[in-house]
């Protein structure tokens, strides 16, 4: 650390000394620091002793005796140690040095992350990292690491880290840095509470239940309905949803067990997130009993009656409609799939994961319609509204259902004889005990950009995927998947390599061009200029899909996509 290298040279500083013997004396000058005497064999190799001590003042260490008369070599340096910090006796000092240190490493990295002349990422094997680069060790020590060390750490985990905030990451439906929701972030890690109780999250609670009553308002349910938790992510949302659904046809399971019920069967579309089937997995219900409804030409659930032969002896109870498809980013037809589940008493769930940032938009938010009549709603700030990972809330419009279905009532923790209402502590809603804070940063976020400026925000992706499937369309060395506008912010894409250009359509061409976006995103891990994900569906071979979450995103962003895409496939 440099204020402790600074302090070192106001001492007299021992040097390294060739030790015959291990009696020794070292003298120190105005030390008030720790002392770290490193006994090493001469050829450094094999630390064998270390041995940490403070000096208040100028002083001697004398007859540091070595384990035996082997021909030692001692390193002394002046270094200031974890146990330095707070809460340390007077630690404040060294306690502010270290983090303003940290905030140096991570403001350099927010800074290179915004330049787009810095790399997304320096890619390197699993067995390369885990072999250690350059100093950066994986391994966990016996002996403590200095604090200069630990920062060295934190400046090598991000160096070799993917750049997520980069303008020019399109890789996942989570990205961008959003400076005042990592102030939020920090701010909770430093509360460092849980969210189970009122009595040890008294704000957050009170932070948790107004985002969610905003929520639920945004979404359409009245004043008198809606209740809802903040959860781990879109999937952990999602298997509320089932978990919910299913308490309320089949309260008795929460006691009785799957064993009890008639064989359950939920529906999603092909298009639907997977988190639906392995939910059904976990909740014992079987990802076979998952029907899987076909998508139309719109890629959007076709929103038939379910067909009552093929369901005979089952007990149909559940429907994912999706707003905002991961891959395509499309809307289901909302209204059609509530009149179908009004119909057959089914439980209409909305993973609008992806697609609930469209709500805050006045322009985009008709493309939710319907989501008023869902029983439930996955919505996760942490993708379209780019909230720090993680952010994600499950919606459940029948208020004390949640409650109801998880509530185990420990005594150790929800006292019913507490100072305070305790309807606050809201813990025993959820699956887990312990929960982290993941309401504070999107309150922040909000106070910072009103409902409007996350409207905006939203509006700019979505300007953004315009103008990309815009250049695509005009340009001869690309095939779109879909012809038709993006609903969302997704647009997915081939690259056509020159040698495919005239090639016709049909087997040959498809399992070459399956090859074609693999070999490039190799390509492009490897210069780390750009980050895209691709993916094959249906009968479609591999495509690009680019998605736009991240605000920093500009059109030069997505011509350099296109243009760098280009020249790491020009000779496939
Ligand atoms: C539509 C949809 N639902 C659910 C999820 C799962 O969200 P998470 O990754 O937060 O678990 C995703 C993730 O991409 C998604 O696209």
Same mark, same amino acid.
């Given at each position: 650390?440099l204020?402790a290298?600074?302090?070192?040279?106001?001492?007299?500083?021992?040097?390294?000394?060739?030790?015959?013997?291990c009696?020794?004396?070292?003298?120190?000058?105005?030390?008030?620091?720790?002392i770290?005497?490193?006994?090493?064999?001469?050829?450094?190799?094999?630390?064998?002793h270390?041995?940490?001590?403070?000096?208040?003042?100028?002083?001697?260490l004398t007859?540091?005796?070595?384990?035996?008369?082997q021909?030692?070599?001692v390193?002394?340096c002046?270094?200031?140690?974890?146990?330095?910090?707070?809460?340390?006796?007077?630690?404040?000092?060294?306690?502010?040095g270290f983090l303003q240190?940290?905030?140096?490493?991570?403001?350099?990295?927010?800074c290179?992350?915004?330049?787009?002349?810095?790399?997304?990422?320096?890619?390197?094997?699993p067995?390369q990292?885990k072999?250690?680069l350059?100093g950066f060790?994986?391994?966990?020590?016996?002996q403590?690491?200095?604090l200069?060390q630990?920062?060295v750490?934190?400046?090598?985990?991000?160096?070799?880290?993917v750049?997520t905030?980069?303008?020019?990451?399109?890789?996942?439906l989570?990205?961008g840095?959003?400076?005042?929701?990592?102030?939020g972030?920090?701010?909770?890690?430093?509360?460092?509470?849980?969210?189970?109780?009122y009595e040890?999250?008294?704000?957050?609670?009170?932070?948790?239940?107004i985002?969610?009553?905003k929520?639920?308002?945004?979404v359409?349910?009245?004043?008198?309905e809606?209740?809802?938790?903040?959860?781990?992510?879109g999937t952990?949302?999602?298997?509320?949803?089932?978990?919910v659904?299913r308490?309320?046809?089949?309260?008795?399971?929460?006691?009785?067990?799957?064993?009890?019920?008639?064989?359950?069967?939920?529906f999603?579309?092909?298009?639907?997130?997977?988190?639906?089937?392995k939910?059904a997995?976990? $909740?014992g219900? *079987?990802?076979?009993?998952?029907? &899987?409804?076909?998508?139309?030409?719109?890629? %959007?659930?076709? +929103?038939?009656? =379910?067909?009552?032969? $093929?369901?005979? *002896?089952?007990?149909?109870?559940y &429907?994912?409609?999706?707003a905002g498809?991961? %891959?395509?980013? +499309?809307?289901? =037809?909302?209204?059609a799939?509530?009149?179908?589940?009004?119909?057959?008493?089914?439980?209409?769930?909305?993973?609008?994961?992806?697609?609930?940032?469209?709500?805050?938009?006045?322009?985009?938010?008709?493309?939710?319609?319907?989501?008023?009549r869902a029983?439930?709603?996955?919505?996760n700030?942490?993708k379209?509204m780019?909230?720090?990972l993680?952010c994600?809330?499950?919606?459940?419009?029948?208020?004390?259902?949640?409650?109801e279905?998880?509530?185990?009532?420990a005594?150790?923790l929800?006292?019913?004889?507490?100072?305070y209402?305790?309807?606050y502590d809201?813990g025993?809603?959820s699956i887990?005990?312990?929960?982290h804070?993941?309401?504070?940063?999107?309150?922040?976020?909000?106070?910072?950009k009103?409902?409007?400026?996350?409207?905006?925000?939203?509006?700019?992706c979505?300007e953004?995927?315009?103008?990309?499937?815009d250049q695509?369309?005009r340009?001869?060395?690309?095939?779109?998947?879909?012809?038709?506008?993006p609903?969302?912010s997704n647009?997915?894409?081939w690259?056509?390599?020159?040698?495919l250009?005239n090639?016709?359509?049909?087997?040959?061409?498809?399992?070459?061009?399956?090859?074609?976006?693999?070999?490039?995103?190799?390509?492009?891990?490897?210069?780390?200029t750009?980050?895209i994900?691709?993916?094959?569906?249906?009968?479609?071979?591999?495509?690009?899909?680019c998605?736009f979450?991240?605000?920093?995103?500009?059109q030069e962003?997505?011509?350099?996509l296109?243009?760098?895409?280009?020249?790491?496939g020009?000779?496939?």
């Open positions: 650390m204020r290298s600074k302090e070192l040279a106001l001492t007299e500083q021992p040097r390294m000394s060739i030790l015959q013997n009696s020794f004396t070292l003298q120190f000058f105005n030390l008030d620091k720790i770290r005497c490193f006994f090493t064999r001469e050829n450094h190799q094999e630390q064998l270390c041995i940490s001590w403070r000096e208040q003042t100028a002083g001697q007859s540091c005796q070595g384990e035996d008369n021909s030692l070599m390193c002394v002046v270094c200031v140690c974890t146990t330095d910090l707070l809460p340390a006796l007077g630690g404040e000092d060294v306690t502010r240190e940290l905030l140096h490493i991570l403001l350099g990295y927010i290179k992350s915004s330049q787009r002349s810095s790399k997304v990422l320096d890619f390197h094997h067995h990292l072999e250690g350059e060790s994986l391994d966990l020590p016996d403590p690491e200095t200069e630990i920062l750490d934190c400046r090598d985990t991000l160096k070799y880290g750049k905030a980069h303008p020019r990451f399109f890789n996942q989570s990205s840095l959003d400076l005042i929701g990592l102030a972030e920090w701010l909770t890690s430093t509360a460092n509470t849980n969210m189970f109780t040890v999250s008294p704000v957050f609670i009170l932070m948790e239940e985002l969610l009553r929520m639920q308002s945004i359409g349910w009245s004043e008198d809606g209740d809802g938790i903040f959860c781990p992510g952990i949302s999602n298997l509320y949803s089932i978990l659904a308490y309320h046809f089949y309260p008795e399971v929460k006691t009785k067990g799957m064993a009890a019920l008639p064989q359950l069967v939920l999603t579309s092909e298009h639907g997130h997977y988190s639906v089937k939910s997995a976990v $909740l219900i *079987g990802s076979e009993n998952v029907v &899987v409804v076909k998508c139309d030409e719109r890629w %959007v659930q076709r +929103a038939q009656t =379910p067909s009552v032969t $093929l369901l005979q *002896g089952l007990a149909p109870f &429907v994912n409609a999706t498809t991961t %891959v395509y980013g +499309a809307f289901d =037809p909302l209204i799939i509530a009149e179908i589940c009004h119909r057959h008493t089914l439980w209409m769930h909305v993973d609008a994961a992806w697609g609930g940032g469209l709500l805050m938009s006045k322009r985009h938010r008709m493309k939710l319609q319907g989501i008023e029983c439930s709603v996955t919505w700030p942490h379209m780019a909230v720090p993680q994600s809330v499950i919606l459940v419009k029948k208020k004390g259902l949640l409650q279905c998880n509530q185990q009532g005594e150790y929800f006292q019913m004889d507490k100072p209402d305790v309807s809201t025993d809603k887990q005990c312990g929960r804070v993941d309401a504070f940063k999107l309150w922040l976020m909000w106070k910072a009103g409902s409007e400026g996350f409207g905006s925000q939203v509006n700019k979505l953004n995927a315009e103008y990309l499937y695509l369309r340009r001869t060395d690309f095939e779109l998947v879909l012809s038709s506008k609903e969302h647009v997915c894409f690259y056509i390599p020159p040698s250009r090639v016709p359509p049909g087997p040959d061409r498809n399992s070459r061009l399956h090859q074609v976006a693999p070999q490039i995103k190799a390509r492009m891990m490897e210069t780390g750009v980050l994900g691709y993916q094959p569906l249906g009968s479609k071979v591999n495509f690009f899909r998605v979450s991240n605000p920093a995103t500009q962003d997505i011509d350099f296109l243009e760098e895409i280009a020249r790491l020009s000779d496939l």
